[in-house]
């Protein structure tokens, strides 16, 4: 029996999310969770709040405060997230935990022991004006490589180039907006090139299982040649470094001001998450991290590909401890707002909360399911949004639902005698399952979800075809009962969908909530529930919206 562990990008503390985090990670990562638990796999789901490194103190700069004051405002923003969409972390933790803090510093002394990290004096920025080196988020100027105008020092936005210090033209403070220089200082490195070998077999084991453009971009990486890149850098806020427990031979000039890079240290939060929630429930971290059994699916945006699928494994293959290495990058890539980069400060921004209590739960989980950006960036329109609500969800599900619902209890008093199959719409019923469970794995979450919409436009349809209400009661009876096992079976097609939405079908159909059970498929055609329904209410559970 598989086990499955699902690390889903642990967001920045920075600001509120928008739907951008939803439609990237957030919400794939809770379908396949949801599925993977439903196929009665044991499944562990962790992630967190990533607060150190640049993006906390360039936010704490701007409004005057400590990065505790940024990360204690938005950290609770965050959870009320979570728990809005119900989304199913069996821990959602922070890079802040003592934990997190002591198992770094455990990966990083394992890399350093075992040969992968040495220590080099190297050129970063330093602003003369603020006698300081600056972090690569307070440097900006153009990309020597596409001429894009304000990146920042370490990564060019538009073209997704890794950039070194130097090969940014023209670069200014941030802060001051004067010129910056480039000054020495000492740093760790981990040593990429000498991992390439290991990291180039582990990737080319997986042509096959990964998206082709997530297997053929990081590829490119690996044909161009890796390079070490620094692991530590002139910060204050971040993991230390553990100076005591390194070799005198292999300790830096000077550890002031030095805290781990939080590209090194935030994915290691998968690993000190799986920990921190084995020794609250009593279990081992060795069942998800050193089972080969266990399959390890990572959820994020495109921007953190080469995260993922290079530097990650890198770091778990220089641990020599034989660990699980990403079995399935699922790298999304990006939503845009009516064709517009989502940013706060030119209020193109849609905050994931608001639209959620605005619309509801389901409903923004429904749009964003019909567009999810796998393979190609993906655009938020609002008519759109409001035309798939009011067309797929209302007259399409809703309509669907309520007409069996009404017929079964007005017309047949909620009985029926002829309870006979009718192949036509079981064995599509059936069908559905057996198609998703293959193309889940494979990362189709939007086919997945369109196949299912299918079957309700084909409930639809097989009702106007047999028209239950022109027919003699036996014959009504057979068109009702095969509806309702349609529902009753969209009721565990679509939980990992739209969970809020089956919940609440499900108790209208006084039927008991979906639980999930390890080593019990329930994926698969129930036939079963029919016996136990009897309709609380009829109430419509969709309304039309006007955006």
Known sequence: MKKIFIGAAWPYVNGDLHIGHLAGYLFPADIFSRFCRLNG???????????????????????????????????????????????????????????????????????????????????????????????????????????????????????????????????????????VILKETEHYFLDYAKLQPLIESYVKEHQNNWRSWVYEETLSWLKEGLKPRPITRDLDWGVEIPEKEIPENLKLDSFEHKRFYVWFEAVIGYFSATIEWAEKNNRYWQEFWQDENCLHYYFMGKDNLTFHTIFWPGQLLGQKLNLNLPFFPWVNNFLFLEGKKFSKSRGVIIDSLEIGKNYGADYVRFYLNSILPENKDADFKWKEFEEKINGELNDNLGNFIQRTLVFFKDKLQEKIENKNFDNEIIQKIEATYEEIKRI???????????????????????????????????????????????????????????PNFTKLLREKLSLPEITYEVGKDKYVFNSEEINWLKIKDLFPLFKKIKV
């Open 41 to 179: 796999y044991e499944t562990l789901m962790v992630s967190g709040t990533d607060c150190h490194g640049t993006p906390i103190t360039v936010e704490a700069d701007k409004k005057g405060v400590k990065p505790e004051d940024i990360v204690k405002e938005y950290t609770p923003k965050i959870h009320q997230l979570i728990k809005f969409y119900d989304l199913t972390f069996d821990l959602f933790t922070s890079t802040t935990t003592s934990n997190h803090k002591k198992i770094t510093q455990e990966f990083f002394l394992r890399l350093l022991n075992n040969g992968y990290i040495f220590k080099q004096k190297t050129l970063q920025y330093f602003s003369p004006e603020e006698n300081r080196f600056l972090p690569d988020r307070y440097v900006e100027g153009i990309c020597s490589f596409c001429g894009a105008e304000g990146q920042r020092g370490d990564q060019c936005e538009n073209c997704g180039r890794v950039l070194e210090p130097g090969e940014l033209k023209n670069p200014l403070s941030k802060l001051s907006k004067k010129p």
């Open 440 to 498: 889940m794995f494979k990362g189709e979450e939007v086919k997945s979800f369109n196949l299912i919409l299918e079957l309700i436009r084909e409930g639809n349809r097989y009702l106007e075809k047999n028209e239950p209400w022109k027919k003699e009661k036996s014959e009504a009876e057979r068109t009702i009962f095969n509806s309702l096992l349609l529902i009753i079976n969209l009721t565990y097609l679509l939980n990992p969908f739209l």
